[in-house]
């Protein structure tokens, strides 16, 4: 049997799909139980599909998705096109027209995955998408399939490469953050806009998803709180490697007594985590759970090969199903009503920048400041910010993010103090 497919877009990642049909021919022949071929290919323009023939490309590109979407041979659409439109609109109508759908589109199944995956139990069709969290690592199943019987608490994750790239850099070899990220941009990791990857915002859409997969819950892209490693200075990273610490930018979903806390935010973590030995491009995904305990998957989030790795495997995954006539099988079974967590159940140690006049007292002032919402010093580190200023670092015992809120008020409304950032520590 053959299983024909219709990719939507020729970029990177879908030009690895073939890649790995021919170099991996036999095995995905078995284990798909059908020879996969790729039918039509849509592509923006008639001048792309001369260009890509030109390069040696032999399918046939189509101009117009309804010339895939109204092709009964084709059984799967591949979306590899990226952002909300006109990929959210043909994957719709993928999904009405009887098409199983496979996508590597993290933005799109974060803000819209609850309309799409209704549509696709609606049409009884599968809709698979491995590659949209981590690209090359299998997490989703991992965590639907192989974790089934454990109780995930905490799901820890180095989820976007351009900015870990761009911190290794900063942390590793002292780069300014306008030099890593020109470096990123010249080594093609960050987009001309890197908006989404420097702000947290894609790893946010990557925390959505995991939150299903991990949780059973479809929390709101709007509830995930994210901020991005543009504020870091040189300062943070400088100090935080001599309290111990290197900072990533880090995805967060935790259960806590009221519900799920999730958030992507610039994060210390202690030289002797796991997390803290993912460098330059790489993701990772670090789960704490009841039954294994410590676990951490790691690998490549994007690029060709490792991206096309898992969309093939879902590919082969639908084929089958269509092969044993079990299609429409739900891609996460996992599905609990959202809670979201109160900020009093919400606790966390805190690393503090603050700059004072190097005069005394000074110390022992926001030592006050601290006590007067009963919170206790883990670390506290002085050091010369000019000749009149000082930086105080402070890192905190466990507190609650109310705490935090709080100390964090009155700092600021002190004219003796000026808050720099505020970061999150992992560890006891
Ligand atoms: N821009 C993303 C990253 C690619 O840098 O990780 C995969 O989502």
Redesign the pocket.
């Known amino acids: 049997m053959t299983v024909k497919i219709g990719l939507l877009g020729f970029g990177t990642v879908a030009s690895g799909v073939p890649y790995l049909l021919q170099e991996n021919q036999k095995k995905i022949f078995d284990l798909a139980e059908a020879e996969i071929a790729i039918g039509k290919v849509l592509v923006k323009s008639s001048e792309e599909a001369q260009h890509l023939v030109a390069q040696g490309h032999d399918y046939d590109f189509v101009t117009d998705v309804e010339a895939i979407l109204s092709d009964e041979s084709i059984a799967i659409v591949v979306e590899l096109m990226g952002r909300i439109e006109p990929a959210k609109t043909y994957i719709a109508k993928a999904l009405q027209a009887g098409k199983h759908v496979v996508s590597a589109n ?1 933005d799109l199944i974060a803000l819209h995955g609850t309309e799409l995956l209704a549509l696709a139990s609606e049409n009884q069709v599968s809709f698979a998408y491995e590659a949209a969290v981590a ?1 090359g690592i299998p997490i989703l199943r991992t965590l639907s399939q192989s974790l089934i019987s454990d109780k995930i608490t905490r799901v820890l994750g180095v ?6 790239y761009m911190l290794t850099k900063m942390v590793e070899s002292g780069w300014t953050y306008q030099e890593a990220l020109e470096s990123a941009q010249a080594l093609g ?3 001309s806009d890197p908006t ?2 420097v702000e947290g915002i ?1 790893a946010a859409y ?1 925390v959505a998803i995991l939150s299903r997969f991990a949780f059973g819950m479809a929390i709101d892209f709007e509830a995930i709180h994210h901020q991005g490693i543009d504020v870091i200075t040189a300062n943070d990273v400088a100090t935080a490697k001599e309290m111990g610490y290197v900072i990533k930018l880090v995805g967060d979903l935790q259960e806590t007594a009221s519900g799920l806390w999730a958030e992507v935010a610039p994060t210390l973590i202690p030289t002797n985590h796991p997390l803290a030995t993912v460098n330059d ?1 790489m ?1 990772a995904v670090y789960v704490e759970s009841i039954g294994i305990g410590q676990s951490m998957y790691y690998g490549p ?2 690029g060709q090969k490792p991206t096309a790795t898992s969309v093939v495997a879902d590919i082969m995954q639908i084929s089958r199903d269509i092969v044993q006539d079990k299609v429409g099988q739900p891609f996460n079974r996992f599905d609990q009503p959202s809670r979201l967590a109160d900020l009093e159940h919400v606790s966390h140690r805190y690393y503090l920048s603050v700059q004072a006049r190097d005069t005394t007292g000074q110390l022992s002032h926001l030592a006050q400041l601290f006590e007067k919402h009963a919170i206790s010093f883990d670390q506290v580190l002085q050091e010369k910010a000019s000749q009149e200023d000082a930086f105080i670092t402070v890192i905190t015992h466990e507190i609650t993010r109310q705490q935090l809120q709080e100390v964090t008020k009155d700092i600021e409304a002190s004219v003796d103090f000026e808050l720099g950032n505020v970061f999150k520590v992992l560890g006891d």
């Open positions: 993290k690209g989820l976007n490469g351009t900015s870990n990791y960050a987009e989404n990857d894609d990557k491009v993701n989030g994007a």
